[in-house]
């Protein structure tokens, strides 16, 4: 946690927000979700207590939604209080899609509760449009990632071309519908429209990118007086994320080298 602060307060000091993620998914067991709930509350109370900008993002499978989606609701419950007493936004990530609708439901129950929740929505997923159109009309923040889960043919979009054209209009969709959302990508091209679309569209939203990517951008985009928020992942759990990533999609690490060569 104290690294994880640490970066944040780098970020902070850069003009960017930190999104901060405590690492561990797919528990089936109590005691793990019990003490990530417990994590989270101590990382928040850090946060204000050292004045940091930004929030976390949840993972429903580490808070239990494998065990039973009321449990993981009870548990990130403790998270949400501290959260809107603080006045922060509190953000759900999207896994595989066989939890998208669980995912979807408690992100239902927490905005019952408070209107500052922000869930995931990956664009590879062909449900994703009808997905957006429910988040907008129940008033959640949104955060649209291209997606980093292998799928199966008839749930999501297998080429790279395909992915990026449900992208782009995904985009479309949020810039003329809502506000206060999150442009999730390194991809040049899809920053690039988004940037466009600001023009047309002048709505309040943010550009989210991974802590060590394409951080010269992350800093032109602040120069332009664009909000820019880094999803900052830490704990002992690091390894089963990478290599999950790595098996499941491999371009996303050829995704990251590249970001590294040309900034």
């Not at 089936?28 to 509350?41: D, G, H, I, K, L």
């Not at 292998?150 to 810039?175: G, K, N, V």
């Not at 600001?198 to 909000?227: I, W």
Request: aromatic share 8%; hydrophobic share 40%.
């Amino acid at each position: 946690m104290e690294d994880a602060l640490r970066v944040a307060k780098e970020a902070n000091a850069r003009g960017i927000d930190a999104l901060l993620n405590h690492l561990g998914e797919h528990y089936r067991e109590r005691a793990p979700v019990e003490a990530t709930t417990r994590e989270y509350v101590g990382l928040l109370t850090a946060m204000e207590s050292q004045g940091i900008r930004g929030t976390v993002s949840l993972k429903p499978t580490q808070l239990g939604v494998l065990i039973d989606k009321a449990y993981a609701l009870s548990q990130i419950l403790p998270v949400l209080d501290v959260t809107k007493v603080q006045g922060r936004v509190l953000w759900l990530d999207m896994e595989s899609a066989s939890t998208t609708n669980d995912t979807i439901w408690i992100g239902e129950r927490l905005l019952e509760r408070y209107d500052r929740i922000g869930i995931c929505v990956q664009a590879n997923l062909k449900r994703t449009p009808g997905d957006v159109d429910r988040l907008i009309r129940n008033g959640a923040r949104i955060r649209l990632v291209k997606g980093a889960y292998r799928e199966t043919p008839d749930t999501a979009f297998q080429s790279q071309a395909d992915i990026d054209r449900a992208y782009l209009a995904l985009l479309e969709t949020l810039f003329a519908r809502t506000r206060d959302f999150a442009v999730a990508s390194h991809d040049g091209r899809m920053i690039r429209r988004a940037l466009e679309l600001a023009r047309e569209h002048p709505t309040p939203f943010e550009f989210a990118m991974l802590q060590g990517v394409r951080d010269p951008l992350k800093g032109e985009l602040v120069a332009q007086g664009h909000r820019v928020a880094e999803y900052i992942p830490y704990g002992p759990n690091w390894l089963p994320y990478f290599s999950r990533r790595l098996r499941e999609r491999p371009r996303n690490i050829i995704t990251m080298v590249r970001s590294f060569v040309s900034g």
